[in-house]
């Protein structure tokens, strides 16, 4: 299997889930994760027609973001220190991985810095793992209510890890429940514009994500294959 053959198969993918629960294709972003991938490999899928890319170390993002073209949207989506959040802010399409006030007023300083608007979704540990960054369910609304006042930050949705699980249906239930919080952001406000944006899926189950109504799929393995992280 090429890479092309690869993305092309995660496409159909897409495609097929769309189709199982009436959803259309359009509002279906794949994003490459292409971490520890070198961009001789991010080209290829570039131009397959692919322009967005998700990684998780801020200066791994920047190496790539300056070599490849600049149409590509860059996501942030590993857990962001504070103090790297200046390299960041002019680079990024999107940082989905928002756990901490600190952060986001960070992220908010930074931008207004720069004069630019940063488009953020916050991170819900919704399985309640130990292991993972991101706020717990019970936290959300009000956390939404702290972080969407800040000036220059753009709250357009919620993003979860999911676990590890050999079946997928196993994570069906989180996904259904992130849906449901992004539901209750959008029914307290009282203007209309929460775009409701939901980052969920990776190689595993973003089948199952977008039948749950993911906008956004992260998938990384699917596309470019096992991670080496020796290199
Ligand atoms: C690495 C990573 C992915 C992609 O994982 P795959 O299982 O390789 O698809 C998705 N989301 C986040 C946050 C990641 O760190």
């Keep these: 299997m090429t890479l092309q053959d690869n993305y092309n198969s995660v496409n159909n993918e897409i495609k097929m889930a769309c189709e199982r629960s009436g959803r259309n294709t359009d509002d279906i972003v794949l994003i490459a994760v292409s971490k520890t991938k070198p961009v001789e490999m991010l ?33 942030m989506i ?9 390299y960041l802010v002019d680079k990024v399409y999107m940082i989905h991985s928002v756990d901490s006030y600190k952060l986001a ?49 753009e709250v357009c949705g919620l993003m979860t890890i999911a676990p590890y699980v050999e079946n997928c249906e196993e994570n069906r239930q989180y996904f259904v429940k992130l849906h449901q919080l992004n539901i209750d952001i959008a029914s307290q406000k009282k203007d209309n514009d929460y775009r409701k944006l939901l980052s969920m899926g990776m190689t595993g189950d973003y089948q199952v994500a977008i039948e749950e109504g993911a906008t956004h799929v992260r998938v990384g393995t699917g596309i470019f294959g096992t991670r080496n992280y020796a290199i």
Excluded: M
């Design 105 to 153: 007023n960070e992220i908010s300083k930074e931008a207004v810095k720069k004069g630019v608007t940063v488009k953020v979704l916050l991170e819900v540990n919704v399985a309640e793992e130990e292991s993972k960054f991101g706020i717990t369910s019970k936290e959300t609304l009000s956390f939404y209510n702290e972080v969407s006042v800040l000036p220059n930050i």
């Design 78 to 86: 590993g857990h962001l220190q504070t103090n790297k959040v200046k």
């Design 43 to 75: 080209q290829q899928i570039y131009d397959c027609g692919c322009r967005d890319f998700g990684e998780n170390k801020v200066q791994e993002l920047i190496d790539k973001y300056d070599r490849l073209p600049k149409d590509i949207r860059w996501h």
